[in-house]
């Protein structure tokens, strides 16, 4: 077995290997780059090296570095993770030729599966449901419109070398079909530096479900089940689990057999997935297979016991694999959740910064975080921006999903926005508990983004009582505090009113020995915790029902987080909460006639000059942010008063780019 292995990535999929090396009793190398100097994957390793500045292309992406810091540290094999340079075919043959082991598959298989063209004409050849579309290279837009005609609209418009949702694009008709293939030949050039497109039908309500292939050196190929991965927005995976509550062991079976087939057929040793989209008939096609490890095996392991990193490694030190098909059992459920430093509130606009309050859920039999920030370190702008991997596993779904539910609610995050009233709002979701999702439904459900209102407490007076406890706590503090004067002693009384989302809720809260009762509209609330004051955590029962709820004191005013939904909640007197009524809030100034930059980004495109007449729909301007071209349309008529920003510009959130009269 190898004694010694480098890590060619970052963050929490570098933890992650980590852990398992050094369970198996490996020492680890972790490279980093300048602005990673501090990062938990560097803390967590047995030696570590710099190999350049911030920017991936002058650091991660460098192969030559990684080769040298193997050379120089001894390190006799490497783990790529996942992006970066885990599907480099020229990586895997310099290493190679430098003799050292990479663990994952031949350059063949990477070769073969990276070209999205190439690998499903395999697929065809090997027996492989394929979608219905056109192969081969697109030539232009109209090229594109002749060939969207023959298959018969809706289409997609997909990039060759693309992933990760980068030049991708649905058209429904001939003018869609000819601005998504400049929009995806765009993408694609700036992504990949590979501007060909290909076309295929699109699926309607489609479900993306995958399934995870192991394959040795000595020929033994087995799948282990497959993950559910439909919950996605902008073709971004957010939730996944597995197994499926969609998939029926026959179907299964088939498409098992077809993942391996195809893995047989790139002579594939390593552990990969072979991506399919099924329509809501069960009939499954081939999409895409990835010759890494991903994102969400976690909860492929939770549900099969078994460790996939350590099961690369065993195989790339040419070990057969110690498991047989009919020795694989998919046992209770597993789901994950994508814990993003962003703000769902702002169309989930990246967020930086640094971590001022960092605490996961404990771990557990049900709970597994997969993480690689700490409590004071920083979220960077240069790298993706998750914070960690949330997973739950129960005997059944449903118990699964009641400890993501509790899980989210421990979640503990301050510094930048995060995702997890998001995350909680679709482990609430009507249609995610019953199962009746697609890759579509995140789109459908929330067509106009993600709003504090897309969130309601489904029993609000649980907010009410726990406000109401806390505030209690508070005043019984203060009551107590010695060298009062006679007379003039601090008294607390039984009677206050809870102002929250507008609303006046008159309550009577009264302490009795370890809990608090609180009596709102005829109804007692039996509040038991042992909350302390500066906890973020309020841990307790209300009723006998269990519960965590996010407590921040701000002042006069409680924010409460559970279940998604936030409250900004005051406690006042009957009087103080007369007053209220009457103060004035400020309204925040009128920006309607500015084009304002929806997120921070590169200003590739005005399409516009002052004083251009412009439609509604007309395209005003185009954002690059993330490697997306993102593209800022007119919302009604008018005439441009003033260009702001010119092209080439770097734009802040909420920037000016046009005036309008």
Request: net charge negative.
């Amino acid at each position: 077995m190898f004694k010694k292995i480098l890590i060619a990535n970052r963050g929490e999929i570098a933890c992650r290997v980590i852990k398992t090396a050094r369970r198996m009793g490996i020492q680890t190398v972790a490279v980093f780059s300048e602005a990673d100097r501090d990062a938990l994957h560097v803390e967590m390793a047995d030696e570590t090296v710099c190999i350049g500045p911030p920017p991936t292309a002058q650091s991660y992406l460098v192969m030559e570095r990684i080769i040298q810091a193997c050379k120089d540290t001894g390190a006799e094999a490497v783990h790529p993770g996942y992006g970066f340079l885990s599907e480099n075919a020229a990586f895997a043959e310099a290493l190679d030729q430098a003799g050292i082991a990479f663990i994952g598959p031949r350059r063949h298989a990477i070769v073969s599966m990276g070209d999205k063209i190439t690998s499903k004409k395999l697929a065809e050849e090997a027996g492989v449901n394929t979608i219905p579309g056109y192969t081969g290279v697109v030539r232009d837009a109209e090229h594109a419109v002749e060939i969207a005609a023959g298959i018969g609209y809706p289409v997609m418009l997909k990039a060759s070398a693309g992933g990760g949702g980068k030049g991708m694009r649905v058209a429904w008709n001939e003018a869609e079909c000819r601005e998504g293939f400049e929009r995806a030949t765009s993408e694609a050039r700036s992504s990949f530096g590979d501007d060909r497109v290909f076309i295929e039908k699109y699926i309607v309500e489609p479900r993306h479900i995958e399934i995870q292939v192991l394959a040795d050196g000595h020929g033994n190929v087995i799948y282990l089940g497959e993950r559910e991965c439909s919950l996605q927005r902008r073709h971004q995976k957010v939730i996944e689990e597995a197994p499926s509550s969609f998939i029926d062991p026959e179907t299964r079976k088939a498409m098992g057999e077809q993942a391996c087939t195809l893995a047989r057929a790139v002579n594939y040793q390593s552990a990969g997935t072979v991506e399919f989209i099924v329509d809501r008939d069960k009939n499954f096609y081939f999409l895409e297979m990835n010759t890494r490890l991903q994102v969400e095996h976690p909860v492929t392991e939770l549900v099969t016991g078994l460790d996939l990193v350590e099961l690369m490694i065993r195989v790339a030190d040419g070990e057969r694999l110690p498991l047989a098909q009919a020795d694989v059992t998919l046992t209770g459920w597993a789901i994950e959740a994508r814990v993003y430093a962003e703000d769902p509130f702002r169309n989930f606009l990246p967020s930086v910064g640094r971590l001022v309050r960092y605490a996961p859920p404990q771990e557990g039999a049900h709970v597994r975080v997969d993480t690689g920030v700490y409590e004071g370190g920083e979220v960077s702008m240069f790298y993706d921006p998750m914070i960690a991997k949330l997973v739950t596993y129960g005997s059944t779904r449903d118990q699964a999903i009641d400890h993501m539910r509790t899980a989210l609610d421990e979640f503990l995050i301050h510094g930048v926005s995060h995702n997890m009233s998001f995350l909680s709002a679709l482990m609430m979701h009507p249609r995610f508990v019953e199962g009746r999702i697609s890759t579509n439904m995140i789109a459908e459900e929330y067509p106009d983004g993600f709003h504090p209102a897309d969130v309601p407490h489904d029993d609000p007076a649980l907010l009410v009582a726990v406000a109401a406890t806390v505030h209690r706590r508070y005043m019984d503090l203060y009551a107590s505090i010695s060298g009062q004067l006679k007379g003039l002693e601090r008294k607390v009384h039984d009677e206050w009113v809870v102002v929250m989302g507008g609303e006046e809720f008159p309550v009577v809260i009264k302490p009795v020995e370890d809990r608090c009762l609180v009596t709102h509209d005829g109804e007692t609330y039996e509040v038991v915790s042992d909350w302390h004051f500066g906890q973020p955590l309020f841990r307790g029962s209300i009723n006998g029902q269990l519960l965590c709820m996010q407590v921040e004191r701000d002042n006069i005013t409680y924010r409460l987080l559970h279940r998604g939904s936030q409250a900004e909640v005051k406690v006042l007197t009957s009087r103080t909460a007369e007053l209220n009524r009457h103060m004035i809030e400020k309204e925040p100034p009128d920006m309607s006639r500015f084009l304002l930059s929806p997120m921070p980004g590169l200003l590739v495109r005005v399409s516009v000059n002052a004083g251009d007449d412009v439609k509604a729909g007309e395209e005003l301007a185009v954002v690059e942010a993330m490697k997306m071209e993102n593209v800022l349309r007119a919302a009604r008529d008018g005439v441009v008063k003033a260009v702001m920003a010119e092209a080439g510009a770097s734009l802040a959130v909420d920037q000016a780019i046009i005036e309008f009269e």
